[in-house]
């Protein structure tokens, strides 16, 4: 009898439709798992991960062995094979691990070629990734500069889906196959899908702490990091805006903004993005804010107890459901009590994080105490958001 991974099809991976920030591209492996590339550095975080942060990270899957592949049009696949690496894949139902074979296509030929998704394809996209996406508009067709801003500096709000892990996917895929053959194993860490329980995700993605650069960065990498932290509110409040996407139940769009976006803002234009996130197009949901509250505080708590540990670069996911609970916002009723994963907040990122006996840790010298400047940005993000909740 075949073993779980034998004669199985490779696995074809997919976009991540609900990536807002980052700049490695995350795909699609199957409903509840996303991979990357695969770095040794986040892999030995992952490895050694202090229990009290399981609750605030996506659970690591495993690794995988992922290759190129051009089909005869010349569109770019990437294909995880089967069984290279694997968690118990018997655990998975091949009717799911073999997600909808749909097609995608990238031009490979020029670094600015579009990335053409028809209609349909965008449409099957975002009805298997969650519901309630059947609102896209036709114009999907978009050009890198046209996702930053319009010849007014806005950004184009027109967009009913996130343009940016389409962005990073074309870039990442243009890099790999420019140097590398198509046979050629990649391997990727598989993650925890973390916003695949719900229907409408309305995400906010932090780049957290005072400082952003690894251990690892070049003086180059170094200054131009330090740059854009004193640029930023990374500076002044520790924490700084790297994507959002909210749901706008008014016009069933999801309204998305940029790691540009959120460097220009200034303390005050943090705080009205911030109170923009919990905006539906119809109401403030201050209902959400109790429950953010407590789950920073918590995992504020967490962090001080973390000695050895700097989270350079790493982000801050903050996920709540688009889907209005309409008894709880109506009645009042202590939703937040009965429902506790109605929001989330969860570390991600770690490719730059450092810790003493971390195998791949490029500085010798492991650092003291806690992390200062990851703890300065989630104490005033939390004041900010009590600021908020007071209807200040």
């Known amino acids: 009898p075949l073993g779980p991974a034998e004669g199985r099809a490779a696995v074809l991976l997919q976009p991540f439709v609900h990536q807002v920030g980052g700049h490695t591209s995350m795909l699609s492996y199957d409903e509840h798992t996303v991979c990357k590339p695969l770095v040794s550095q986040e892999l030995s975080f992952y490895e ?10 996506p659970q690591y899957k495993g690794i995988i062995s992922v290759h190129l592949k051009k089909d005869s049009l010349g569109n770019l696949t990437l294909l995880a094979s089967p069984g290279l690496g694997q968690p118990d894949s ?31 394809q965008v449409t ?36 009913s889906y996130n343009p940016w892990g389409l962005h990073c996917h074309r870039q990442h895929l243009n890099r790999m196959s420019s140097k590398h053959n198509e046979n050629k194993l990649h391997q990727f860490l598989l993650l925890e899908n973390v916003v695949s329980k719900y229907s409408y995700p309305c995400i906010l993605d932090l780049k957290m702490g005072t400082r952003q650069h690894g251990d ?35 016009t069933g769009h999801f309204l998305c903004k940029d790691k540009y976006f959120g460097r220009k803002l200034s303390p005050e234009g943090f705080r009205q993005t911030l109170r923009q996130f919990l905006c539906n197009g119809n109401q403030l949901r201050t209902d959400l804010l109790e429950p953010i509250i407590l789950r920073l505080k918590a995992l504020l708590s967490v962090i001080r107890k973390q000695s050895s540990y700097r989270f350079y670069s790493s982000s801050l996911l903050i996920i709540y459901d688009g889907q209005e609970h309409k008894e709880s916002v109506d009645n009042h009723l202590p939703f937040a009590k009965t429902h506790p994963s109605r929001v989330d907040v969860r570390m991600i990122d770690f490719a730059h994080t450092t810790f003493k006996g971390s195998k791949s840790n490029p500085n010798p010298t492991p650092y003291d105490g806690p992390d200062h400047g990851y703890i300065f940005g989630l104490e005033n993000l939390i004041k900010i958001l009590q600021s908020l909740l007071e209807g200040k």
């Not at 050694?48 to 990270?57: D, E, G, H, K, Y």
């Not at 909808?100 to 998704?117: D, I």
């Not at 740059?227 to 002044?236: H, I, P, R, V, W």
Request: with cysteine; aromatic share 6%; charged share 25%.
């Open 90 to 120: 018997a655990s998975t139902d091949p009717a799911v691990t073999l997600w909808h074979k749909r097609k995608w296509t990238a031009s490979a030929s020029s670094e600015h070629g579009l990335v053409k998704w028809s209609h349909t």
């Open 124 to 159: 099957k996209t975002f009805k298997d990734s969650c519901p309630g996406k059947m609102l896209l508009r036709t114009d999907l067709q978009y050009h890198t500069d046209s996702l930053l801003e319009d010849a007014n500096g806005n950004q184009p709000e027109r967009k």
């Open 216 to 250: 690892d960065a070049s003086e180059e990498k170094k200054a131009r990091h330090i740059k854009k932290c004193e640029q930023s509110t990374s500076a002044s409040l520790g924490v700084r805006i790297c994507g959002m996407q909210v749901y706008q139940a008014d």
């Open 48 to 57: 050694s991960l202090p229990l009290a942060m399981r609750q605030f990270t």
